[in-house]
């Protein structure tokens, strides 16, 4: 079956992992038409240094009148809610994976895995409220994908035997082994992040554009519309 035509019912960008890049966020964001949806992938946080101010932004961005902004929930923020949940089984495996940085960033500085072992619950009290509770509330309440005609964006990927609407969570926070090697054959296209690619691509109706905000210093849009796919990127290298 030869790949459709991409064909979403409205011009949007989806934009790729993000990763407490503030800096990237707002130079990508200045180029970005502001007569189209803006739909973000996920991760918003963890490794960068930025990860509360990104989600605040996120936030109110996705309460603003003047435009269409959608936020799709991420691996790492299952990870942080997660944590907040059960902050003695999560704890230690979020800062291997850059928890840190998000405690940091929401004023807890100097959390390490000894320290987490200690006083996770004391360190999960003091991140809820620092967050608060209205942030707490929308980050719980982001969806795993979003579609518009037969584009569907979702953070990692899609199991391509099973319908859009029948996706595992899992599946669609951290992936599945045949999203890569298996095309779908609903027609439907993905565009996706979680997993880095040196350059945005499209192939075989799948859309990557998780550049690896935080190693390369580069973010990355896709400009999705009948007939075609545009990649905007911006590059700020780590300092």
């Known amino acids: 079956m030869p790949v459709s035509t991409i064909a979403p019912d409205q011009r949007f960008f989806a934009i790729g992992d993000i990763h407490g890049r503030l800096d990237l966020l707002q130079s990508l964001m200045s180029r970005l038409e502001s007569d189209c949806p803006l739909v973000f992938a996920g991760d918003y946080i963890d490794r960068g240094a930025h990860s509360a101010e990104v989600l605040r932004l996120l936030h109110h961005l996705s309460l603003a009148d003047d435009r269409s902004v959608f936020c799709l ?11 907040l949940d059960n902050p003695e089984q999560v704890g230690p495996h979020w800062l291997r994976n850059g928890g840190a940085h998000t405690l940091a960033s929401f004023g807890i500085s100097g959390v390490d895995t000894t320290l987490m072992r200690a006083r996770s619950g004391a360190i999960a009290r003091r991140l809820r409220q620092a967050m608060g509770q209205e942030l707490l509330v929308w980050l719980r309440e982001r969806p795993l994908t979003w579609t518009s005609g037969n584009v569907t964006v979702v953070h990692a990927g899609l199991d391509p035997t099973a319908a859009v609407d029948d996706q595992l969570s899992q599946v669609c926070l951290w992936g ?14 993905v565009v996706h992040g979680h997993t880095i690619v040196e350059s945005p691509q499209v192939h075989n109706g799948v859309v990557s554009i998780d550049t690896g905000a935080f190693f ?4 990355t849009a896709a400009e999705i519309r009948k007939e075609n796919v545009r990649f905007i990127s911006t590059e700020i290298p780590p300092g």
């Open 73 to 83: 929930q991420g691996n790492h923020e299952d990870m942080l809610l997660s944590f």
């Open 176 to 189: 599945h082994p045949k999203f890569f090697r298996q095309r779908r054959q609903d027609g439907q296209w």
């Open 216 to 219: 390369s210093g580069r973010l």
